[in-house]
């Protein structure tokens, strides 16, 4: 899918709706940008005219000559089957709360199905029932967001510490932190049992972050009661992490920060010169990143968000980084493995909306279907449909 395809977006869609439909759909990895070749079936086609999705009918002779084109050992392009629509979760309040989420904006704009999942059902391990688990703008430390500081009076916030605070109780826990650490946990086996995961802006770091203050008071009296443990820093346990190592806590709880993990508060890159690159993978040998990073661009608008980039010398050695900003040292886009699953973490809030603040409105997707930054998420939800031998077994 390289310029000429009007609608990279719904072209994702179109792949899952023919997988579901169990029509023979393969992903032509770093052909013109990664493109979808799927069995022709007039139902897709007209499905294609309705969303707006360009394509083109190939005679089997053509369709040959790209298939012997991309075999060639010489070029790196593969090609993958796209075997089993993936069973979408996706972690969020049902509250309402004062800011959107990048994957389900994109996700309804392309049409794929996904399910509301939050602390209630993830206790309850409601989570085997899925394959792809995507984490919403979230705080898994269970400081609210660390949003006090700035919002402590308004309704929504409050609203949210009283239904947190009641889903704890209800779950049997005294601190809405215990309760989080306890879904982190849970989320956590779900991966490490063979599912994928992906978590954006401030569900990546905190994610890591709860796992590393197991049995660790890391909140202020305003979040739970009581002071923290002021030996809380030396007592983090690294080893427990999914991606990070030897960060620092931000211990001063009216900062919207939770640590150094994040350099939102410390970089000097201005939004003109704000852009990442995604990495080269060879098709052949990494298949896994380079269905990651299929894109119709390789350089990558910036965009901000409570975690707007990692940084580089607190990721673990091991995790393999699909995207940075190499002149600043910042890590956007990486991807790893935790026992038989996967996770991906992207930082930033909207790819499309450079500083999004509490309040503002949504994206609309019909302004950006050809959006590189919100390819990146589709890669993701597509990337489990392919064929086990290219997956961590």
Known sequence: MDEDQKNHLKAYGIAYWSIRQNAEVSWLLNYRGGSFLIQ??????????????????????????????????????????????????????KSKLPWDDAVTMVLSYAEIPYDIVYDDEVLRDKLVGYDWLHLHHEDFTGQYGRFWSSFRDASWYREDVRNQEAAAKRNGFTKVSQMKLAVTKKMSEFCAGGGFLFAMCSATDSFDIALSAEGVDICETMFDGDSSDPQAQAKLNFNRTFAFKDFSLDQNPTNYEFSNIDVTQTRVVMQPNDYFTLFDFSAKWDIVPTMLTQNHEKVIK??????????????????????ENKGAAEIRYLHGEIGKGQFTFYSGHDPEDYQHAVGDPPTDLNLHPNSPGYRLILNNVLFPAAKKKHQKT
Not at 302 to 323: D, S
């Open 40 to 93: 022709y079936n007039k139902a897709i086609e007209n499905e294609c005219n309705t969303r707006g999705v360009s394509y083109q009918v190939l005679a089997d002779a053509k369709v040959s000559g790209i298939l012997n084109e991309i075999s060639d050992p010489e070029v790196n392009m593969e090609m993958v089957r796209l075997e089993k629509a993936p069973k979408i979760a996706v972690y969020s309040p």
């Open 302 to 323: 910036g965009f901000m968000g409570q975690t707007t980039a990692f940084r580089k010398g607190l990721v673990k050695p091991g995790i393999t980084i699909l995207g």
